[in-house]
Nanobody, 130 residues
Framework: QLELVESGGGLVQPGESLTLSCVASGDTLRDAPIGWFRQAPGKEREGVSCITHYDGRDFINDIDSVKGRFIISRDIAKNTVYLRMNNLKPEDTAIYYC?????????????????????WGQGTQVTVSS
């Protein structure tokens, strides 16, 4: 099980951008599928974007509300998964977490918003407000 630490959150105005980082320690990322989740006040935690690596390629799964705005990527050399968030909206306000997730055995493979382990870090707060 990887140990993952989130960072990069902050207070921004609507329309601005942020990049979150999820740094792995204890082991290398290798091909581990990683997902970003968020939890807004009074709401259930929801999956946002996930990435899995197979046969030399990255495969990504985003929820509809962030498609075209959020970009997930990974840098194996830095043992880090990023979430670039553009055109932020007030409804994106939440604590953001990253964790390992499951992958459907499909072709192509598809990561799903189901955590592999019931273990969460501290998260990083994102607040979008004018």
């Amino acid at each position: 099980q990887l140990e993952l630490v989130e960072s990069g959150g902050g207070l921004v105005q609507p329309g601005e951008s942020l990049t979150l980082s999820c740094v792995a320690s204890g082991d290398t990322l290798r091909d581990a599928p990683i997902g970003w989740f968020r939890q807004a006040p009074g709401k259930e935690r929801e999956g946002v974007s996930c990435i899995t690596h197979y046969d030399g390629r990255d495969f990504i799964n985003d929820i509809d509300s962030v498609k075209g705005r959020f970009i997930i990527s990974r840098d194996i050399a830095k043992n880090t998964v990023y979430l670039r968030m553009n055109n932020l909206k007030p409804e994106d306000t939440a604590i953001y977490y990253c964790t390992e997730v499951f992958v459907q055995t499909s072709v192509p493979p598809k990561c799903v918003f189901q955590p592999s382990f019931d273990s969460w870090g501290q998260g990083t707060q994102v607040t979008v407000s004018s």
